[in-house]
């Protein structure tokens, strides 16, 4: 039996290839059923519908009042597809919105209130949103770790968010990436300030706010007078956040976490670079499994791995021979990776 952490993606990851997801992959229509029914009540399309539409939209699917569910539905299905009998989960992480996930997986939140976390926060989300977000690289092709780059573009981001009527701060830490999150005024300023990498960055996101800012403090409040501290309980499996603090079973304090559920985790920059640095540390695992939907977080997740110098892989080339040899990093969005920990 393998030893596995599993990963669970945010935001921006339900994209035209998803469409579908679903309907191929939940294992629990009943469970499905209960998240159309708690849409449905709040007069929103149900899951089937948006997952089993012709074509994808992206103005409808990937707005957050639809794409939370979406994705906490498929990630969710496929946490609970994995072969139990073969591989042992010994703690659960996850990206951003990804933490909602995560606290469903680790039981800290039955499913259906899991759920009706994810789902009420990206309607929160969709119906302020306030300012947007950016990814800029900072590592070269080859992902030799460069923190004096790192650095200076953090520096940037301070001096623009020093500037009269500009706001810039750093949403994730995103492996490789920075995710930066502001007012228009900041990420215009950013956007003009550095270099265009292979004419694709600095990438603007669509339909994303400024997550994990303080200018979510507005969502941060209405999340906290929506969701009640009794959703929240122990957790089964281990849970590291967005700070890469752990959340033990048997000894989480579960009003705690409502609190950091709904508020730190909201208005505060989201490490996942470090929460995949602790968990590689103080769980060891065989494996790290990225559930779906999409295939757009394993990237991040292996940078982080050579950013931590995790078993001596400390560049793409090192961190390719490992993944050759014997794989570490699984990707469930992956039809030939999917089989290799569901049995399937």
Same mark, same amino acid.
Not at 190 to 219: I, K, S, Y
Not at 227 to 250: C, E, K, T, V, Y
């Given at each position: ?9 945010? $935001? ?36 089937? %519908? ?31 597809? !994995? ?46 949103? !306030? ?20 650095? %200076? ?12 009527? *500009? ?40 339909? *994303? ?12 409040? $209405? ?5 009640? /501290? ?7 499996? /281990?849970? !590291? ?8 079973? *048997? ?22 670079? $470090? ?13 790290? !499994? ?31 021979? $490992? ?22």
């Amino acid at each position: 039996m393998k030893t596995a952490v599993v990963i669970c993606p945010g $935001r921006g990851t339900y994209n035209k290839d998803e469409l579908g997801y679903l309907g191929r992959h939940f294992p629990d229509p009943q469970m499905l059923a209960g998240f159309d029914a708690q849409r449905e009540s709040a007069g929103q399309d149900s899951l089937s %519908a948006l997952d089993g539409a012709d074509r994808f939209s992206l103005a409808r699917h990937t707005r957050g009042d639809n794409a939370s569910g979406l994705i906490f539905a498929a990630t969710l299905g496929d946490f609970l597809s !994995i072969d139990r009998e073969e591989i042992e989960i010994v703690a659960v992480t996850g990206n951003s919105m990804g933490w909602y996930s995560a606290l469903a997986c680790a039981g800290a939140l039955l499913p259906q209130e899991g759920f009706r976390v994810a789902n009420s926060m990206g309607t929160f989300m969709q119906e302020a949103l !306030i300012g947007g977000q950016l990814v800029y690289p900072f590592l070269g092709d080859d992902w030799t770790p460069a923190p004096a780059r790192k650095a %200076a573009l953090l520096s940037l981001a301070t001096d623009i968010d020093n500037r009269t009527d *500009h706001t810039l701060a750093l949403s994730i830490d995103l492996g490789g990436m920075l995710v930066l999150a502001g007012n228009e005024a900041g990420l215009k300023a950013f956007e003009h300030a550095v270099e265009p990498v292979d004419g694709r960055f600095p990438m603007r996101l669509g339909n *994303h706010a400024a997550f994990h800012t303080a200018l979510q403090q507005p969502v941060a409040e $209405r999340g906290r007078a929506a969701l009640s /501290p009794d959703l929240f309980s122990q957790p089964a499996l /281990p849970m !590291i956040d967005g700070r890469g603090s752990i959340w033990w079973p *048997h000894a989480s304090d579960t009003a705690a976490l409502w609190d950091y559920t709904l508020g730190w985790q909201v208005t505060q920059t989201y490490d996942l670079t $470090r929460a995949i640095a602790v968990a590689a540390r103080e769980f060891a695992p065989d494996l790290f !499994i990225v559930t779906g939907p999409g295939t757009t977080l394993g990237g991040a997740v292996a940078q982080s791995l050579v950013l931590a110098d995790w078993r001596g892989i400390g560049s793409k080339a090192d961190f390719k021979a $490992r993944q050759d040899a014997d794989p570490v990093l699984v990707s469930m969005g992956m039809a030939e990776q999917r089989s290799s920990v569901t049995g399937q």
